[in-house]
Structures are given as structure tokens and as C-alpha cells.
């Protein structure tokens, strides 16, 4: 029984039952929040996910002029207009958030502005290169730390530039953090700043900039290659925004559901933008039973209630182009493999090694800390399911400030025989308040 544990002890508990909802999108709630912060006039957010990686935006926007106000279930953002932004007072603490720095990096980049940026310990390590390269075509200057492999990491130092010269970027990595930094910059920019995408990540920065009425276009050429184009200087009108629930929060309590014997869990409100959704995709191709009721649209984007029940899950070898669908899914979907049939296949990951955490090492290490069968290629994983059985578990494993690290292992533990450790939940607060709760009712 999981009530004689520990709170960060997860072990079989029997089937998992009900019908949830998950906290906000966190990429949209992002962007609801910078955008909103730059429409002249007030706009309100409903389903925004108060995690800390969110509240560390509301926090940046805030120490530049805006007025974000949280009421009952509704935030309310003044926004300063678009080239608007006040110099900082002091450095913009970013916490564990990838997504707050790089958008915020690109938005600022086209303003007259100094602002450091910090971030923890994680966060310190990841490479920001990738957006200061393109944003320093435009006229920004950057003094970061040299961090790993000439990556140039926080802390750092930007020094926006007004007027920012448009650029035309192409993405050399498939980032849709990238893409929206860039984006963000053009804003403030005159002219047309263009991105130029070979490979589709999650759009919802287009979908939202064209929402508060910016002038973007997106065209599609005969290769399949989205051209993405903004006209700067934009005026963006104050909006009424619907946060739908997070797919990558509702990866965990789906896949706990297909993994432990006896379970049916339907999940509401799930965002099911296509450009999301390789997991549900990948674990539909492996045999998981999902179905989806009520489609419906709600703030732009596609949503539907999910249901997942119990299922002989098979292996499978993952496309490397469905990647960018389930960039954030994959440490979830290892876990799901653990208990497949057969050999489930990864390749085309070598993204994952510079995320909170490198998800491909503490992956492999802990699934085989709690007994799975895994091997650890340069750019994936290979695991060998178990057929459906139980592990053994009994390990503690390491959260490496990633939340979700720790969200998989108290899902690997649903179907372990003996208790799996989380050494630190604390990370889950940045994108998911209440999981353990969530997961504690799933059990009852
Ligand atoms: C995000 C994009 C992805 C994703 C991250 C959120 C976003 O990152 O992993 O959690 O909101 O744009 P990359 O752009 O690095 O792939």
C-alpha cells in the first residue's frame, strides 16, 4: 500500500482509477504571460499553470512594467506595449526555466535594455549559443559564461539593440524555443524577421502572435519547409486567453494508467495540438488503448479527454521525426517501454541531452537501478520490455534538478515490486503543482 511510505516512495498499489485534470500547458502559459505583458491594455488568462517556471516569467515581466495580477482562477496582465519594457532593477532570476530564458532573451534582445540573466544549477549548464548566435545578427550583444563545448551559458549579460535589425534565420537545430526567441525580437524590429523551419516543432508562438493580432504569415514550401514571417514593429491587443491542460503533464498519469494492471484514467482538457502529440501517437503504434471524446477547441488550440486503459504494450523503433512532437515526453515513454514486449528503439536524441537534465544518461542509469534492461546509445535509447511483469524497483534515484525525472520514477514505481525513491520531488513544482497528490487519488 502506498500509504505506509514515504512521500517520495512510489510502489505497486494496484489499479489506477479516475478522472483528472492536469495543470496548464506550460509553453502556452509562457507565452500568454509575455505576450499579454506586451498588449497596451488589460488582458486575462484562465488556466494558466502557476508553476515556478511560469511564475519566473510573471516575475520578469513584472520587473519590467507590467502588471500581472493573479484573482480568483483568472490572472490579469497590463501590458506596456511592444517596445515598452523598463530596464530591470536587478538581475532576471530565471530558476530552472529553459523556455523563460531563451523567449525572454530574444524579447528583450530588440530593446534598449541590460539585463542579466541567472538561472540554478541546471539551468547554468544548458547552452544558450543556439539563441545567442541568431540574435546577435541582429545588433544584440551578449557576455555569457563559456559553459561546455563552447556552449555560452547563464549567468549572462544581454545588451538589447533599438532599432534591431531584421534577420532571416534558419534553424539549425529543431527548437521551438529558438523559433520563438527569434520571433519574439522581431516584435520590436522594423521590418520582416523571418524564420525559416526545416523541421516542425510546436507552434505555438505563431498560433498566439497571430491571436493578439500580429501581422505573421506561414508558408509552406514544395520541401516541406515552413517559412515563418513577422512584421515588425507589431501592436498587439489585449486578449482573453484559455490555457488548455498540458499533454506533458498528462503523458504521466496516461502512461501510469497503460502500465498498471487494471487501470482506466481519463485525463480533461488535454491540449492535443498536432505538433504535441507524438507520444500519444507512438504509444497507439506500440498497442496502448486510448480513445479521445470531446475535440473541441478552446484559446486556439485543439483539445480533447483522453482515456487510458491497461494495455499489453508492444516495442516498437521510434521514427527520429516524430521527435520534435514528444521532445519532453521521451523520459515518460522509457517508462513505457520498460514494460513493453520486445525492444523499443530510439534514435535522433541528442536533444535530450542538454534538457534539465541529460535525460538520455539518468534515464538509462536509473531504469537499470530499478531493474530494466537498457542500453545507452550516443543519440537514444535501446529497452528491452519486460513483457508487462513488474520490476523489481528498490532503488533511490536521483532527480538531478529535472522534473521530469522524478514525475517518470513515481510512475515506474506504480508497477515495481519494491518501492522506487525519489531522492527530490521538489523540481515537480516547476511544471506540475499537486502530482503527488494526483497520483496519491489515482491509487484509492
Ligand atoms: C519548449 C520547447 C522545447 C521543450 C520545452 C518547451 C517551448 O524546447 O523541450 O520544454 O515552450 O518552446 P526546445 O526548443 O529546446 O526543443
New binding site residues.
Given amino acids: 500500500m502506498q500509504g505506509n511510505l514515504a512521500p517520495n516512495s512510489f510502489v505497486a498499489s494496484g489499479p489506477l482509477r479516475g478522472n483528472i485534470h492536469v495543470p496548464g500547458d506550460?509553453?502556452i502559459s509562457?507565452?500568454a504571460i509575455m505576450l499579454s505583458a506586451l498588449a497596451v491594455g488589460e488582458s486575462r488568462i484562465t488556466g494558466l499553470l502557476e508553476g515556478e517556471d511560469v511564475l519566473a516569467t510573471a516575475a520578469a515581466m513584472r520587473a519590467m512594467g507590467a502588471t500581472i495580477e493573479r484573482g480568483e482562477g483568472i490572472w490579469s496582465v497590463h501590458g506596456v506595449g511592444v517596445g515598452g519594457l523598463l530596464q530591470p532593477e536587478s538581475a532576471l532570476d530565471m530558476g530552472n526555466s529553459?523556455?523563460s530564458t531563451?523567449?525572454l532573451m530574444g524579447l528583450l534582445s530588440s530593446h534598449p535594455l541590460t539585463v542579466a540573466f541567472t538561472g540554478d544549477t541546471s539551468l547554468s549548464a544548458r547552452p544558450m549559443a543556439r539563441v545567442i548566435d541568431p540574435l546577435s545578427l541582429t545588433g544584440a550583444e551578449f557576455s555569457a559564461s563559456p559553459g561546455a563545448k563552447k556552449n555560452r551559458t547563464l549567468p549572462l549579460m544581454l545588451r538589447g539593440i533599438c532599432p534591431a535589425v531584421p534577420i532571416s534565420y534558419r534553424l539549425p537545430v529543431?527548437?521551438?524555443?529558438?523559433?520563438?526567441a527569434i520571433l519574439l525580437a522581431g516584435l520590436n524590429t522594423p521590418g520582416i524577421t523571418e524564420v525559416i523551419e526545416p523541421v516542425p516543432?510546436?507552434d505555438?508562438?505563431e498560433r498566439m502572435l497571430k491571436g493578439f493580432g500580429a501581422d505573421l504569415t506561414i508558408e509552406t514550401d514544395g520541401k516541406g519547409v515552413r517559412h515563418i514571417r513577422l512584421m515588425g514593429e507589431a501592436e498587439l491587443s489585449p486578449q482573453q486567453i484559455e490555457v488548455p491542460g498540458d499533454p506533458?503533464s498528462a503523458a504521466f498519469p496516461i502512461v501510469a494508467a497503460l502500465i498498471t494492471p487494471g487501470s482506466e484514467v481519463t485525463v480533461t482538457n488535454v491540449g492535443m495540438n498536432p505538433t504535441r502529440t507524438g507520444l500519444f501517437k507512438m504509444l497507439e503504434e506500440m498497442g496502448a488503448d486510448l480513445t479521445y471524446a470531446g475535440e473541441r477547441e478552446v484559446g486556439g488550440e485543439p483539445v480533447a479527454d483522453v482515456t487510458a486503459r491497461h494495455s499489453t504494450l508492444a516495442g516498437i523503433e521510434v521514427p527520429p521525426d516524430i521527435a520534435?512532437s514528444m521532445?519532453?515526453e521521451f523520459p515518460v515513454f522509457f517508462v513505457a517501454a520498460t514494460f513493453a514486449e520486445g525492444k523499443t528503439i530510439t534514435s535522433g536524441l541528442e536533444?535530450l541531452r542538454v534538457?534539465e537534465s541529460d535525460r538520455l544518461a539518468l534515464m538509462a542509469d536509473s531504469l537499470t537501478a530499478i531493474g530494466a534492461a537498457v542500453e545507452e546509445r550516443e543519440d537514444g535509447l535501446a529497452v528491452n520490455g519486460t513483457g508487462g511483469e513488474a520490476l523489481k524497483g528498490g532503488a533511490t534515484i536521483r532527480s538531478a534538478l529535472d522534473h521530469r525525472i522524478a514525475m517518470s520514477f513515481a510512475i515506474a514505481g506504480q508497477h515495481c515490486s519494491k518501492p522506487v525513491t525519489v531522492d527530490d520531488m521538489s523540481p515537480i513544482a516547476t511544471s506540475f503543482p499537486g502530482f503527488e497528490a494526483m497520483v496519491a487519488g489515482l491509487a484509492q
Fill in positions: 506550460k509553453s509562457h507565452r529553459g523556455t531563451r523567449l529543431a527548437s521551438a524555443q529558438v523559433k520563438s516543432t510546436r505555438h508562438s506533458s520534435p521532445i519532453d536533444e534538457k
